[in-house]
């Protein structure tokens, strides 16, 4: 959703009182989330139920801070204390989330929150912001997203691909015959995506964070395995919010390719988004290096996005590019690692890297 489709209650300048910031109490949850709900630039994860997804899976530290005028909140700054694998200490807004960053109703209540923020001496703060905010901070480049509106009707969503992404939804369900299967069970998903962690040299993430967020989240995700003469070959979790779809989390195995399962996959998912009465579809963040998935993504007939990211302090929060230097050699270090170690040792070791 565009951030002009949604109105935000303006209030003249002279009648505003200096906003107040204070962290989080529990009984904030409903002021919060409502002020996010009704935030042109707020997304799904600046949302109270991903704060406890975080916390539940890794353990982090939360620093969320609520700006207050008038007794109502008027911005909001979703952050974790997270340690790299070399101890470091950074602020981050939102850690293994693609959005994030300070949102509020005017420059006063973004740069009251950020000054907050700096208050906690924890280190430098990371702000992945969906839109442009209103802080004069260095930007982050190198990350761009993409989203695009949906059709009316279901029949309508295939002639939105370009010809050669339809060739190739025409071979999945022709020559392949694949089925999706919107009603799995976890472990088919979680298989999947361990699968094609291992294979692009990733650890994995815990299998409780995907359990906390259907939990969390029980009207917004959905979960598509699409299936290949019944065996699984491809899954994706998604979630809403308002009316964008938005899938997360995709796994695959090797032979997904050959079977064009992945153009399969999003098809259908826009399909169901449109089913839904949803009228946007985004495909999530990307980092420009991964230029197989960038090209991907355009070839489905999206267009990229630059991402304004943005830092304040020291260094980079963000930690180096894995598509680069010898991150890129550890890589392929860890797709020759067995299943069975990486499975175990993924979970634990990807916390460092938020």
């Known amino acids: 959703m565009q951030p002009s489709e949604i109105t935000v209650t303006r209030y003249p300048e002279e009648t505003r009182a200096a906003p107040v910031v204070r962290a989080w109490h529990d009984g904030d949850a409903a002021a919060w989330d409502a002020f996010v709900l009704g935030h042109p630039r707020a997304t799904f994860f600046h949302q109270t139920g991903w704060k406890r997804v975080l916390e ?17 909140v008027c911005g909001v700054l979703p952050l974790f204390a997270c340690r790299s694998l070399r101890g470091r200490r950074s602020l981050y807004s939102l850690p293994h989330t693609v959005y994030g960053g300070a949102v509020g109703e005017d420059r006063e209540t973004e740069e009251a929150l950020l000054a907050a923020a700096r208050g906690l001496a924890v280190g430098p703060i990371e702000l992945r912001n969906r839109h442009a905010g209103l802080l004069d901070l260095p930007r982050m480049e190198g990350f761009v997203t993409f989203e695009k509106a949906l059709p009316g009707t279901v029949p ?73 003469e019944g065996r699984p070959v491809a899954g994706v979790l998604s979630v809403v919010f308002r009316s964008v779809m938005m899938p997360l989390y995709s796994g695959e195995i090797p032979d997904a390719t050959r079977l064009k399962a992945n153009n399969f996959k999003y098809f259908r998912l826009m399909e169901h988004a449109v089913e839904r009465g949803l009228s946007r579809f985004d495909f999530g963040r990307s980092r420009l ?66």
């Not at 890794?58 to 109502?72: Q, T, V």
């Not at 999947?192 to 409780?208: E, I, N, Q």
Request: charged share 25%; aromatic share 14%.
């Open 289 to 354: 290096s991964n230029e197989g998935v960038v090209q991907f993504k355009c070839n489905q007939g999206f267009e990229s996005e630059p991402l304004p990211y943005q830092i304040d302090g020291p260094g980079k929060a963000g930690g180096a590019d894995p598509n680069r230097g010898i991150f890129r050699n550890v890589r392929q270090v860890w797709t020759r690692l067995p299943a069975s170690v990486a499975r175990a040792i993924g979970p634990r070791l990807i916390r460092y890297f938020p």
């Open 56 to 72: 539940e899976t890794f353990g982090y530290e939360p620093h969320y801070l609520a700006a207050w005028r008038d007794g109502r």
């Open 156 to 228: 309508e969503v295939y002639r939105t691909f370009p010809k050669k992404a339809r060739e190739a939804i025409n071979q999945a369900t022709k020559r392949w015959t694949l089925e999706a299967d919107f009603a799995p069970d976890l472990d088919t998903f979680y298989d999947l995506l361990a699968a094609s962690y291992l294979s692009l040299g990733t650890p994995v993430f815990p299998k409780r964070m995907f359990a906390a967020i259907a939990r969390h989240f029980p009207g917004a995700t959905s979960l598509l395995v699409v299936r290949h």
